[in-house]
């Protein structure tokens, strides 16, 4: 497993944009899928976007598809989620995950997660 921890977060306005990165340690970085999932007040975690080990591959959610990118620098062991034009129902807890599995990945089963970072967009 690694180790993730996110920073980034914050209360900005509708429109406005945020970075969040992950930090990854305790493992070889770029041999791990990455991605970024978000848990709103009383309702599940989803998935955000997720990111191949070269960085030249990603995978969006529909809602985030246009606004957000993700990307990664394996000599820094981080990836980022480059946010736009904000929205209230992006707000929520954005945690990071790693794993060597895709699948695994995406559905949410990752093995290692960072504790989360809150991103606010008042309504």
């Known amino acids: 497993q690694v180790q993730l921890v996110e920073s980034g977060g914050g209360l900005v306005q509708t429109g406005g944009s945020l970075r969040l990165s992950c930090a990854a340690s305790?493992?070889?970085?770029?041999?791990?899928?990455m991605g970024w999932f978000r848990q709103a007040p009383e309702k599940e975690r989803e998935f955000v976007a997720a990111?191949?080990?070269?960085?030249?591959?990603?995978y969006y959610a529909d809602s985030v598809k246009g606004r957000f990118t993700i990307s990664r620098d394996n000599a820094q062991n981080t990836v980022y989620l480059q946010m736009y034009n904000l929205k209230p129902e992006d707000t929520a807890v954005y945690s990071c995950?790693?794993?060597?599995?895709?699948?695994?990945?995406?559905?949410?089963?990752?093995?290692?997660w960072g504790q989360g970072t809150q991103v606010t967009v008042p309504s």
């Open positions: 990111i191949g080990w070269s960085g030249t591959v990603t």
């Open positions: 995950a790693a794993d060597t599995s895709l699948s695994r990945l995406r559905i949410g089963q990752s093995g290692s």
């Open positions: 305790g493992r070889t970085f770029s041999g791990y899928y």
